[in-house]
C-alpha cells in the first residue's frame, strides 16, 4: 500500500536501487557504444582474412607452377639423391618436392633405407647436401666446396662413415669440388672395425687426413686457444 511504499522511499533503500540501477544502465550504453564501433572493424578483419587465404592461394600456384617450369633440375635433383643414398645403402632414397597443402609454400621431404634413428636422419643430410652441390654444379651455381661438422657422423654405422667418405672423395674427383669434414677419432675407429668384420677395406682415410688435431686435454684447442 501507500503507507508501505512511503517507508521505503524513507528508508533510502529505492534511492539506493536507482542509483545502482543507472550505473549499470550507464555502464551498458558504454559497452553498446562500444561493440557497435568494433562491428565495422571486425567487418575489415573478416575481408582481410579472405583476401589473405586468396593470397596464399595464388601464391601456391605459382609455387606450384615453378616447379613444373623446373622440371628438369626437380628431376636430376630426384635421380642424384637416389644415386647418391644407393651407394650408402645399397637402394636409392626417395627426394619429394611437392606444394604444400596446409602450410604455405614447397614441402621437401627426404627418405632412405634403414630403421628411423638419429644416423639415418644425418645421412639424409650429407645426402641432400651433395645433391644440392651437385644440381647447383651443373647450373654453375656451386661454391665448390662442402663443409660439415663432425656431428654429421654421430649415430651412423662404421661402413656408412666409410661409404660417405668415399661417395665424397669420388664426387670431388669427379666435380672438382673440395670436401672438409671435421671427424671425430672413434668415427675413424668405426671404419676400422666395419673393415675387420667384412674382411675388405670400405675407405682408407689417411691420405686425406689433415695434420691438425683438436682435442679437450690440457695441450688442446685451436689456434692456440681454449674454449
Known amino acids: 500500500d501507500l503507507s508501505d511504499q512511503t517507508e521505503v522511499l524513507r528508508s533510502g533503500i529505492a534511492i539506493e ?13 558504454a559497452e553498446r557504444a562500444n ?9 575489415d578483419v573478416a575481408e582481410n582474412q579472405k583476401k589473405l587465404k586468396r593470397d596464399i592461394e595464388s ?3 605459382l609455387i606450384e607452377a615453378d616447379i613444373l617450369a623446373r622440371d628438369k633440375p626437380r628431376k ?15 637402394e636409392p632414397g626417395q627426394l619429394v618436392m611437392n606444394r604444400s597443402a596446409k602450410e604455405a609454400g614447397l614441402v621437401i621431404e627426404t627418405d632412405i633405407a634403414g630403421k628411423k634413428s638419429g644416423g639415418k636422419n644425418h645421412m639424409q643430410v650429407f645426402c641432400f647436401d651433395w645433391t644440392i652441390a651437385e644440381v647447383a654444379q651443373s647450373y654453375g651455381r656451386s661454391p665448390g666446396f662442402i663443409v660439415h661438422d663432425s656431428h654429421i657422423f654421430d649415430g651412423v654405422d662404421g661402413r656408412q662413415i666409410g661409404l ?16 672438409i669434414v671435421a671427424m671425430n677419432s672413434d668415427d675413424l675407429q668405426k671404419i676400422k672395425a666395419e673393415e675387420e668384420i667384412e674382411g675388405a677395406e ?10 691438425t688435431r683438436l682435442s679437450d686435454r690440457e695441450d688442446g684447442g685451436l689456434f692456440g686457444l681454449r674454449f
Do not use: H, W
Open 164 to 179: 660417405a667418405l668415399k661417395q665424397a672423395q669420388m664426387k670431388c674427383d669427379e666435380l672438382g669440388f673440395q670436401y
Open 17 to 29: 536501487r536507482l542509483s545502482l540501477l543507472q550505473s549499470e544502465l550507464t555502464r551498458l550504453e
Open 76 to 90: 636430376l635433383a630426384v635421380s642424384t639423391f637416389g644415386e647418391i643414398s644407393q651407394f650408402l645403402y645399397n
Open 202 to 211: 670400405i675407405f682408407d682415410p689417411e691420405p686425406y687426413i689433415l695434420p
Open 59 to 61: 601464391l601456391l600456384d
Open 35 to 43: 561493440l557497435k564501433e568494433q562491428i565495422p572493424k571486425l567487418r
